[in-house]
C-alpha cells in the first residue's frame, strides 16, 4: 500500500523556515487544484474570500464557500479540491515559529483548532483579511522587527477569529464551566489515550467523579464520555491506516493494544468494517 505523505513548510524564506503565507491565486495559478489525500506537521490556515470546491478533513466532508476559514491541527489527514478564481490566503507555521507554551497563546490556538471550518459575513470576513493581508506584507518585504510583527499579528488574528467564530457559529451547549472542563478532557485524551482508555482514569485525573465527566460530555456533544474515547481512537486508527503501510499489529501497538485481535475487533464494532477492508476501501 502507498502512505499518505506528511507534508512539511518549504519556505523560501531561510530566516523564517517554519512559516510561510502565500495567496490563494498564486497557489492555484489560474488552474483547478486537485490534492490528493495527505497531512502535515504544521497548522494549516486556509482564508477564503472567494471559494468553490470540496474539502474532506478527518474523513469528514466541506463544501468551499466564499468567506469562508479553514483551519487544521498538525496530524489531521485532508484531500482538498478548489477551483481556478478562488481567492484569500494559505497560512502555514509550527510550534517552533509561533512558540505557544512561551507566548502564552495555547488555549486560544486550540480553541480555534476546535472547529475546522468557520464561515462567516463579509463584513467579519474583512476584518480577519486585513490582518491576513499585513502579515503578507510583512513576510514579503522583511523589514526590521517583521518577525515580531508576524507574530504579533497572529496572536490578533486568532483572539478576533475566536471573538467573530462565537458571533457566526450557534451558541456551544453547556455552561462555560461545562465547556472548559470538555476542553481539559479533550487535552487529556490527545496526550493519553494510548494508555488511558477508561473514563475512571480522566475523571480522576480531573477531579470529578464519572458521573460528573459524563454529564459534561452529554451536554456539551451529546455523547457519554466513553463515546469521546473511543471515537478519537478509532479517527486515529484511521490516521494510521492510512497515513502509514505499517502492518495492522503495529498500528495496534502504537494505539496502546497489546492484542491485536482485540484492536480488530474493536474497529470493526464502530466501524462495521476490519482494519485491513477500511484501509483497501478507501477511495
Not at 159 to 175: M, N, T, V, W, Y
Amino acid at each position: 500500500m502507498k502512505s499518505i505523505p506528511i507534508r512539511h513548510i518549504k519556505s523560501e524564506k531561510e530566516v523564517a523556515p517554519n512559516f510561510r503565507i502565500r495567496t490563494v491565486d498564486a497557489l492555484l495559478g489560474g488552474k483547478d487544484m486537485v490534492q490528493e489525500l495527505h497531512r502535515h506537521n504544521f497548522y494549516f490556515v486556509l482564508a477564503l474570500k472567494k471559494g468553490k470546491g470540496t474539502h474532506e478533513i478527518d474523513f469528514a466532508p466541506y463544501k468551499v464557500e466564499d468567506n469562508c476559514f479553514f483551519i487544521m491541527r498538525p496530524g489531521q489527514v485532508h484531500q482538498l479540491t478548489l477551483k481556478a478564481g478562488s481567492t484569500g490566503y494559505l497560512l502555514e507555521f509550527n510550534s517552533e515559529f509561533y512558540q505557544l507554551h512561551e507566548r502564552g497563546t495555547s488555549q486560544v490556538l486550540r480553541q480555534a483548532t476546535h472547529t475546522n471550518l468557520c464561515r462567516m459575513d463579509t463584513k467579519a470576513f474583512t476584518k480577519l483579511h486585513s490582518v491576513l493581508s499585513y502579515i503578507a506584507e510583512e513576510f514579503l518585504e522583511q523589514r526590521e522587527g517583521y518577525l515580531q510583527i508576524i507574530k504579533s499579528n497572529l496572536d490578533i488574528f486568532f483572539i478576533e477569529f475566536l471573538r467573530q467564530r462565537k458571533q457566526h457559529d450557534r451558541p456551544a451547549a453547556g455552561s462555560a464551566y461545562e465547556q472548559e472542563k470538555l476542553q481539559q478532557f479533550l487535552e487529556q485524551l490527545e496526550k493519553n489515550a494510548r494508555t488511558q482508555k477508561q473514563v475512571s482514569e480522566y475523571a480522576d485525573a480531573m477531579n470529578m467523579s464519572v458521573y460528573q465527566l459524563n454529564n459534561v460530555t452529554k451536554t456539551t456533544l451529546g455523547k457519554t464520555a466513553s463515546d469521546v474515547i473511543n471515537d478519537h481512537i478509532i479517527l486515529e486508527a484511521k490516521r494510521y491506516l492510512l497515513a502509514t503501510a505499517e502492518q495492522i499489529n503495529q498500528i495496534a501497538y502504537h494505539l496502546g493494544y497489546e492484542d491485536p485481535s482485540y484492536f480488530i475487533r474493536f474497529f470493526k464494532k464502530h466501524t462495521t468494517q476490519t482494519p485491513e477492508a477500511f484501509r483497501s476501501n478507501f477511495k
